[in-house]
């Protein structure tokens, strides 16, 4: 099982990323997927769920309107495209499988500073 997430890098506040996931070694297109992040202040912190064929997505509050997570079956990829961005969304994200502490990646640096 491998997810390998990327996108991050160094965003002024307001700005925008578009992380990317890509994932090999179980079957994707059934399997529901998470993006969560790790904060300096507030530890592991889910982001976004998504299910299956993508038709289902749920959001912490904070994060409604500003983040939206998609998925494209057919190349083993899911995405988080962040928009508003402040410094509180500085961290390290992971996407992971099946439940919010499930399997992760590496994680990708967000970087949000002027």
């Known amino acids: 099982v491998h997810l390998v997430e990327s996108g991050g890098g160094l965003v002024q506040p307001g700005g925008s990323l578009r992380l990317s996931c890509v994932v090999s070694?179980?079957?994707?297109?059934?399997?529901?997927m998470y993006w969560v992040r790790q904060t300096p202040g507030k530890g592991l912190e889910w982001v976004s769920t998504i299910n299956p064929d993508g038709t289902t997505t749920r959001y912490p509050n904070s994060m409604k309107g500003r983040f939206t997570v998609s998925r494209d079956n057919a190349k083993n990829t899911m995405y988080l495209q962040m928009s508003s961005l402040g410094s509180e969304d500085t961290g390290v994200y992971y996407c992971?499988?099946?439940?919010?502490?499930?399997?992760r990646g590496q994680g990708t640096q967000v970087t949000v500073s002027s």
């Open positions: 992971a499988r099946d439940t919010v502490g499930g399997t």
């Open positions: 070694g179980f079957t994707f297109s059934t399997t529901w």
